[in-house]
């Protein structure tokens, strides 16, 4: 049990659509991440959330957008998909600032 | 964020000892080194951290010179389930606000009978 659960765990969508992706942390994780990651690569950095506010992004476009609440639980939009938006994305949350990251199993989001 | 250099690609063999080196030559003085594992379908996850001379954990060890330009992973007699893949990352732990982890495209490791 990794205690960050993520949901869907598949999903298809349309080119053009729009999808939220939803992350539930473990209990004290006031930081989480999201990271997209294509097949064959490694996870590349999308945004990050400490205590609700973002606080550092990567160099992905305004279309992918998110919301951290004060439960714990996040959430990851994308806006006007792309067939290049089709990947694993990864929730991933941590107590404060350190390296050890839980990740949670990801959502798979196929764009068709 | 420090730049790491990994192998695309390891072979070993159920029971064998592997060590899986990663070069990081512009590490930072308050740079940690860290390694996460990924299976297929999973999200990364943590083996082991460290900042100089030798670490270890129930999992692996990690062994990093005096020099810290470099640091090897190894993974004793390793199992078939330890077929995944491994990063290598190097960062500021303690450093104040926002944080990343930058992932490179790891080191396959094929465990076989």
């Known amino acids: 049990e990794t205690g960050v659960t993520q949901s869907p765990t598949h999903l298809i969508k349309t080119r053009g659509q729009q999808v939220t992706l939803r992350c539930s942390s473990q209990s004290g994780h006031n930081t989480v991440s999201w990271y997209q990651q294509a097949l064959g690569q490694g996870p590349q950095f999308i945004f990050q959330y400490y205590r609700e506010e973002e606080n550092g992004r990567g160099n992905f476009p305004p279309r992918f957008s998110g919301l951290q609440f004060p439960n714990y639980s996040s959430e990851l939009n994308v806006n006007a998909l792309e067939l290049d938006d089709s990947a694993l994305y990864l929730c991933?949350?941590?107590?404060?600032?350190?390296?050890?990251?839980?990740f949670g199993s990801g959502t798979r989001l196929t764009v068709v | 964020l420090a730049k790491t250099t990994q192998p695309i690609s390891m072979d070993s063999y159920e029971g064998q000892e592997v060590n899986i080196t990663c070069s990081h030559n512009?590490?930072?003085?308050?740079?940690?080194i860290t390694w996460y594992q990924q299976f297929p379908s999973q999200g990364p996850r943590f083996i082991i951290q460290g900042y100089k001379t030798k670490v270890t954990n129930e999992v692996a060890s990690l062994f990093i010179p005096a020099d810290r330009k470099s640091s090897t992973l190894s993974l004793p007699r390793v199992s078939l389930s330890d077929t995944a893949v491994y990063y290598c990352?190097?960062?500021?732990?303690?450093?104040?606000?926002?944080?990343?982890?930058?992932f490179g495209t790891g080191t396959r490791l094929l465990v076989s009978p």
């Open positions: 990352l190097v960062g500021d732990i303690n450093r104040a606000g926002f944080q990343k982890l930058v």
């Open positions: 991933a949350s941590s107590v404060g600032q350190d390296y050890g990251y839980t």
């Open positions: 512009n590490i930072a003085t308050n740079d940690y």
